[in-house]
C-alpha cells in the first residue's frame, strides 16, 4: 500500500464510516472511527443549537485529540491506518456553529493541539448532494439528527470544499451523488484502485460507474 494513513471524509450522511470500514477491511489496515455518539451534547444541540454549540464543539475536539494522538503509537499488526475523519473538521464544523466570538476563543485552543497530530498521506473526500445526504441520514435513522435543515448540511458542504481548495497534500474527491459500497462491489473498487496510484499534490477528482 501506497498510502500508510489514508482518511475519509465528507459532510454528514456522506458515507464515511462505511467507506472506511470496508477499506479496512480490504486493506487488513487498523480502522479509526469517531466515537460521535458519546457526545452528550450532541441531542441537545440539534435542539438548541445557540446553547449548546460551544460545550458540543469543545467535547468533540477533545474526544478528536485523545482518539488521533493513539495513532502515534506504532501498531504492530497494521501497516496501513484509516479513519473517517479529519481534526480539521472541528474547526469546519465550529465556522459554522459558533457565534465569533466563541469561534475565536475555539480557534486558539484548536491551533495550540492541531500540530501535534499527524497527517494523512492521502483524503477520500465523498462530496454528495444535500438530497443525498438527507436520504442517508433519515436511512441511517438517529433519532437526533431526523431535523437537520438542509440550509445546515449546506454550510458545513461548503466549510469543507473552501478547506479542500487551499489544502495542501492529495485529496480524491469523489462524487458519491450515487454511491452504495454495501451493495455495489464497482464502487468500493474504484476506491482501492485510486489507492494503488500516485498522485501529485492537489485535488483529483474520481467518478463511480
Sequence with gaps: MKYRLITIEGNIGAGKTTLSTLLAKQLNA????EEF???????KFYADPDRYGFPLELFFMAER???????????MFHQTTV?????????LFAKVTLADQEYQLYKRLFDIIHQQLVFPDILIYLQAPVAKLQQNIQKRNRSYEQAIPDSYLQSIQQSYLSYIQQRKGITLMVDASNADFLEDARHLQVILDALDKDYSEGVHRLNLP
Design 37 to 43: 455518539s458519546d457526545n452528550p451534547f450532541l441531542p
Design 30 to 33: 487498523r480502522l479509526v472511527l
Design 65 to 75: 485529540f485523545k482518539q488521533l494522538s493513539a495513532m502515534l503509537e506504532p501498531d
Design 83 to 91: 479513519s473517517d475523519y479529519l481534526f480539521i473538521k472541528c474547526l
